[in-house]
């Protein structure tokens, strides 16, 4: 079976490809765009809906026979987790928890887990969680 990855119901493929697609972006963006508005703000838009991708690609949201697993899997309720996981994110480093988990100088970590809180990511994050939910409700 092909994998339609713009079907008004996307499957766990399609979700994967939206995640890769949206991980190569957010390289792009680290890698090559300066810091301002699309790397500040944009990247942390699109974080939201990559975590999203990934989520809806490695969980499955009905089972082998087509009936719904959990209802907190489901669109609306995982778009809020990712947002609310994203804020968590964010006020661990306004707390320093990069530090507080003793990995201050893992290169990686302070890349992934962020070392600085800037209010306006909870803004983008909250936009991208809005897109979310427009592509949603858009889609029924």
């Given amino acids: 079976m092909p994998v339609n990855v713009f079907s008004r119901q996307p499957d766990r493929k399609s979700f994967l490809i939206y995640a890769v697609l949206l991980f190569v972006i957010e390289v792009l963006i680290a890698r090559f765009v300066p810091s301002g508005f699309i790397r500040g703000f944009v990247g942390d838009v699109l974080v939201v809906m990559l975590l999203f991708c990934m989520a809806r690609a490695l969980v499955p949201v009905v089972n082998v026979k087509g009936e719904p697993i959990n209802r907190l899997l489901h669109t609306p309720w995982l778009a809020l987790a990712v947002l609310l996981f994203a804020f968590a994110i964010e006020f661990g480093q306004y707390w320093g928890l990069v530090d507080k988990l003793g990995l201050g100088?893992?290169?990686?970590?302070?890349?992934?887990?962020?070392?600085?809180?800037?209010?306006?990511?909870?803004?983008?994050?909250?936009?991208?969680?809005?897109?979310?939910?427009?592509?949603?409700?858009?889609?029924?």
């Fill in 105 to 140: 100088g893992n290169r990686l970590a302070r890349i992934v887990i962020g070392s600085h809180f800037d209010p306006l990511d909870l803004l983008a994050y909250f936009v991208g969680y809005l897109i979310l939910m427009g592509l949603y409700w858009k889609r029924n």
